[in-house]
Structure formats: structure tokens, C-alpha cells
């Protein structure tokens, strides 16, 4: 079935330690996307990729990083520099950078930092 | 920069009553807007997408308007029922790619 895969979907991490959450879409889409989402909150837009080997920064880039070698993956690193990273992270894709596709998300990764 | 506005915040109306959803953004220049729904612990399911060349569209007892020279989007429930108890979010596609998200409505249907 097509759809964007998360993993994984729960996550515990020690302060100081990095952790990559990853993202797989198998709808060759060309758009993706990180969100944050915070208890009672809406999304917060992390980083963003159009196309492979490009990516832009979100509202709330600092902290994380990214990467785009693939059309169908789309890793998010959680650095040691994020001061607050125990959140819910959702990924989602869209067909069509610069146009007007639908965007659909994953199942999301929740990360607990002790 | 795109900032995206839920009115109400939480909402709830007794089973069988219409609702309505407001969502208003600051930046009219937007390729598209989506509704979603959210479960608690789950991720985000799309409802309505709605081009910024559309006035609105419909899908079962969903009903969302646009109206993008004033900055604002309705989402009508019909009939409402239990099931349809979650958060509601809005979020607008600027012509930068960026999807900019409100902060939600949490919507209770009362049995």
C-alpha cells in the first residue's frame, strides 16, 4: 500500500544524545515535510525539502537537521542542541513543489528525552 | 510571515447539531488550504482540500468555504455525530512551499 512510513514510533533518549527519526514515502512524491507538535498545540514547521539534495529551513530549524539524498526518504537528526525535544514528530509529504498538492502524513514519532 | 488563527479553540454541541469552524491567515498569497482531523496520539488525516482558484468544496456532511481576499475558511459540519470528536486543524501552502498550520480546534460531540 502507499503511504509514509515512521519509525520509530516511540522513542527514549538521553540528554546529549542525538537521534535520527526516519521518514519513507512511497507515493514518489516530491515534497516533504517535518513537523513539531507540542501537547495541546498545533504543528510547527521544522524543515522542509521541495526537491532531492535541497531542503529549507521551517519556523523552528535550530537544533535539527536534515537530509534529502533520496526522493523517498527524508531522515530528521535531533542534536544535542535542541534545548526541549520531547515532542510528537510528524512527517508528511505532497506530489508537486510549487503547485497545489495534497499533503498526507505519517503515523508520527513520539521522543521522550530523560 | 504566514500566521494561521483557530477560532474556537474547543467547542462542544450536543449529537445531531451543524458547527461551524473558522480558520483566518494573514498572508492571502496561498496555493491551497487543507482541513484536517487529528485523534488523540495519532497522526493527521486530510479532509478538504481547497485550491486558492476555489470558493469550496464538499464531501459528505463536510463543507469547507474560501474566501482568500479576506483571509478566512469555514469548515460546516452537518448533523453532527460522537465520531466526529477531535481536533480539527487548518493549515494554508504559501507560494514559498510552506505549509503553516492554526493551532486547532478540539471539537466534543455531547451523545
Known amino acids: 500500500d502507499g503511504g509514509i512510513t515512521q519509525s520509530p514510533k516511540y522513542l527514549f533518549r538521553k540528554e546529549g544524545q542525538n537521534v535520527t527519526l526516519s521518514c519513507e514515502q512511497n507515493?514518489?512524491?516530491?515534497?516533504m515535510y517535518w513537523y513539531r507538535q507540542d501537547p495541546g498545540q498545533g504543528l510547527r514547521l521544522i524543515y522542509y525539502?521541495?526537491?532531492?539534495?535541497?531542503?529549507q529551513k521551517g519556523d523552528i530549524a535550530e537544533g535539527y537537521s536534515v537530509s534529502r539524498e533520496k526522493k523517498e526518504s527524508f531522515p530528521l537528526t535531533v542534536t544535542s542542541a535542541q534545548k526541549n525535544p520531547t515532542a510528537f514528530y510528524l512527517c508528511?509529504?505532497?506530489?508537486?513543489?510549487?503547485?497545489?498538492?495534497?499533503?498526507?502524513f505519517g503515523e508520527g514519532s513520539r521522543l521522550t528525552v530523560l | 510571515k504566514q500566521e494561521v488563527t483557530q477560532i474556537p479553540a474547543a467547542l462542544s454541541v450536543p449529537e445531531g447539531e451543524n458547527l461551524v469552524l473558522n480558520c483566518s491567515f494573514t498572508?492571502?498569497?496561498?496555493?491551497?488550504l487543507q482541513w484536517f482531523r487529528q485523534d488523540p496520539g495519532k497522526g493527521l488525516t486530510s479532509l478538504l482540500l481547497?485550491?486558492?482558484?476555489?470558493r469550496e468544496q464538499t464531501s459528505g456532511r463536510l463543507n469547507a468555504s474560501l474566501d482568500k481576499s479576506s483571509g478566512r475558511s469555514t469548515l460546516y459540519i452537518a448533523a453532527s455525530q460522537p465520531g466526529d470528536s477531535a481536533t480539527y486543524l487548518c493549515a494554508v501552502r504559501g507560494r514559498d512551499d510552506k505549509i503553516i498550520f492554526g493551532k486547532g480546534t478540539r471539537l466534543h460531540i455531547l451523545p
Open positions: 481547497i485550491q486558492s482558484s476555489q
Open positions: 507515493l514518489n512524491h516530491d515534497a
Open positions: 498572508d492571502s498569497a496561498i496555493y491551497n
Open positions: 508528511a509529504s505532497s506530489s508537486h513543489y510549487g503547485a497545489s498538492g495534497e499533503l498526507f
Open positions: 525539502s521541495q526537491i532531492v539534495n535541497d531542503f
